[in-house]
């Protein structure tokens, strides 16, 4: 493959990153004006942004597999055509729950697109270096598309309205389905993974009723949430034990018993339920307690996105030159006290002192990004590095979903603020403990068994 034609493949895989990324920042900007136009309560703002981000993270191990197995561009091919047609049936949504279905469509096409489109870029660029330059131009798009979603959002939510949000998404989408079948080559894994529908099954029911619960628990009263949450923790047992007994499963419960692994999820949790959490309780501060436009509310978040920007790069610096320790716990610290001072901001605090705060979030969210990719992947044998960064990429959806539905659910927005400051400090407390000597050595003898062979089942002792 030519260099020309192995860079065309890098702008079509960015293309799809493009869209997808900008679906999680885009629509947040638009939820006062979507909200009053289908007359929908917090809660289905709530799901608006949830139904997305739950179904991306119920699907993206599955879709992963799913290409290895089918071919690579075959499955991206089909999640551009379903991604763009669940974006034009939002923009048709008649009403709340229209929205929502067709949410969840947009989310099974993406579910489709960023994994498999990183095992494309994997397999087009077989250089390591050239691999290595790809991945950073794949990373610098996800700080791009955080940046302009808000701005975008904003100017078509005041110019035309909500609906236009999802337009932009067909022009592109088309165009890059086009590409694909045009320049992208096929590919396959030479041994693909087997499916574990009954594995897939468990995770979808654990995630919808655990997310259920928090957005429906307050209206629908106590019993229905502790209900939801019985349901959730039996999935959780029955997928931990499922996927034990499973020679090829969806998720290798070896993984947790490395430190640093089951460190980078919980800080994935975490971090991307803070933002979650601030980006919905954001956009609806701005607007619909101070009065700001859908695109003034928008710019109000650069700051974020642009120090997020700024400071990515050198957090993946610090990682590779002292370790994975220094940026998680400079990104714990700024977490916390973005969230403790949002705690205390009033209808009257000045917009300096606010974008000022914003700044702090973006610093502390921006050092999170490489040390929890890093941190997964510490030790693992290669074979199993993807798989690893996979429930990363799953835990940081997983997160968003939760930290959107907790926000939502909480009395106030300054109680929601303090449990932002508590996930920074989890995110501190895991830094430490999961990146000395004692969290490395653990990730060495969890490599050690997984190069032995196949997973040893239960009936097996």
């Known amino acids: 493959m030519t260099r020309r034609r192995r860079r065309l493949v890098l702008l079509i895989c960015c293309m799809s990153l493009l869209i997808v990324s900008l679906d999680n920042t885009i629509v947040n900007v638009a939820l006062p004006s979507l909200g009053h136009d289908l007359r929908a309560p917090i809660s289905g703002l709530q799901w608006t942004v949830d139904a997305y981000t739950l179904t991306l993270a119920s699907l993206l191990m599955l879709a992963g ?3 290895d ?14 991604f763009t047609a669940g974006s034009l049936l939002c923009s048709l949504a008649p009403s709340l729950g229209w929205l929502v279905a067709a949410r969840i ?22 250089d390591r270096r050239e ?32 609906r236009a949000i999802f337009w932009i998404n067909v022009p592109i989408g088309l165009l890059a389905l086009f590409l694909t079948w045009r320049f992208v080559p096929e590919s396959k894994a030479p041994s693909a993974r087997r499916l574990d529908p009954a594995g897939q099954v468990l ?36 997928l931990v034990v499922w996927e034990l007994r499973r020679p090829e499963p969806l998720i290798d419960m070896r993984f947790f018993r490395s430190a640093p692994f089951s460190g980078a999820a919980v800080m994935a949790v975490s ?26 509310a928008g710019l109000c978040t650069l700051p974020v996105a642009a120090i997020t920007t700024i400071v990515g790069p ?25 969230g403790a001072l949002l705690s205390q901001v009033t ?69 929601a603020y303090r449990v932002n400051a508590l996930y920074g400090l989890i995110v501190l407390a895991v830094a430490l403990l999961t990146t000395g000597r004692w969290a490395r050595a653990t990730a060495e003898r969890t490599a050690a068994r997984l190069t032995e062979g196949p997973q040893v089942t239960l009936s097996q002792g």
């Open 271 to 296: 971090g991307f339920a803070g933002l979650g959490a601030f980006l919905f309780l954001n956009t609806l501060y701005l607007q619909s307690h101070r009065g700001l436009s859908a695109l003034a």
């Open 203 to 238: 995770v979808i029911v654990l995630l919808g009723t655990l997310t259920y619960g928090i957005i429906e628990g307050p209206a629908a009263g106590p019993g229905v949430s502790a209900v939801c949450f019985v349901v959730a923790a039996a999935a959780l047992a029955a």
């Open 105 to 126: 469509v947009q989310a099974v096409g993406g579910s489709m697109l960023n994994p498999v489109a990183m095992s494309i870029i994997t397999n087009t660029f077989t």
């Open 69 to 82: 197995r089918i071919g690579r561009r075959r499955t991206f091919q089909t999640g551009l055509v379903v």
């Open 65 to 67: 597999s799913t290409a």
């Open 131 to 162: 691999r290595a330059q790809a991945i950073g131009v794949w990373g610098g798009v996800t700080g791009i598309s955080m940046a302009l979603g808000p701005v975008v959002g904003g100017l078509l939510t005041d110019t035309v309205n909500w």
């Open 314 to 338: 050198l957090s993946g610096r610090l990682v590779g030159t002292r370790g994975p320790r220094v940026p998680s716990v400079v990104a714990g610290v700024c977490l916390a006290v973005a």
């Open 347 to 415: 209808l009257t605090t000045p917009l300096p002192l606010l974008l000022g705060i914003y700044v702090i979030f973006g610093v502390g969210f921006g050092m999170l990004n490489p040390p929890i990719t890093n941190t997964a992947v510490s030790g693992m044998p290669l074979a199993q590095a993807g798989v690893a960064a996979a429930v990363a990429s799953t835990s940081r959806q997983v997160g968003q979903s939760l930290g959107v539905a907790i926000a939502g659910s909480m009395a106030s927005s300054a109680a």
